[in-house]
């Protein structure tokens, strides 16, 4: 049975709703994830896609840390995320990279390894797990820091590593 609308405006909705599903699908829409649905575009995701910094040098910025909801959840090498562990995630630093960070307000310093990717929020550079940041002094009452990010080893794309500025501190 075809249902129309009293006042005939079944080929105006058709074409309204058709404009909107091409829309929501056409070019410039976020890419599909491995299960067919759509994923929420991430803000200068996609800048650094690709542009990992290898240089080994210090950076400075502001760090968060994860919120419990991640714990065990697999990051970005396939590791659980362990709120106790020393583990971080950054954009631009490669996977396996080993860093010293260092809150610039307390002074406290602790060392980590980029297993994963993020913050994207802007102006973070680094999430680290509960632990670490509590090390260094975040908390839960100021929740984000700025800090220094000193690679202490950084992997090549060959397979070796190279000394970071963090190294020489």
């Known amino acids: 049975m075809r249902h129309t609308r009293p006042d005939g405006r079944l080929a105006a909705t058709v074409a309204i709703l058709s404009l909107g599903l091409f829309a929501a699908t ?40 994860y919120a419990g909801r991640f714990a065990g959840k697999k990051m970005a090498d396939g590791t659980p995320m362990k709120p106790g562990g020393a583990n971080a995630a950054s954009k631009t630093l490669p996977l396996g990279t ?15 390894t980029i297993r994963d990717r993020g913050p994207y929020m802007p102006g973070r550079i680094i999430d680290l797990p509960p632990g670490k940041a509590r090390e260094i002094g975040i908390t839960h009452k100021n929740g984000v820091a700025p800090v220094e990010v000193a690679p202490i080893v950084v992997p090549t794309p060959d397979g070796g590593t190279k000394t970071g500025d963090g190294a020489k501190q």
């Open 26 to 65: 056409g070019a410039g829409a976020a890419p599909k994830s491995g299960n067919g649905q759509r994923k929420p575009a991430l803000a200068g995701h996609a800048a650094n896609h690709g542009k990992l910094d290898r240089s080994g040098r210090v950076k400075v910025g502001k760090a968060s840390f």
């Open 98 to 112: 080993v860093a010293k960070v260092t809150n610039l307000e307390t002074g406290q310093s602790t060392a980590v």
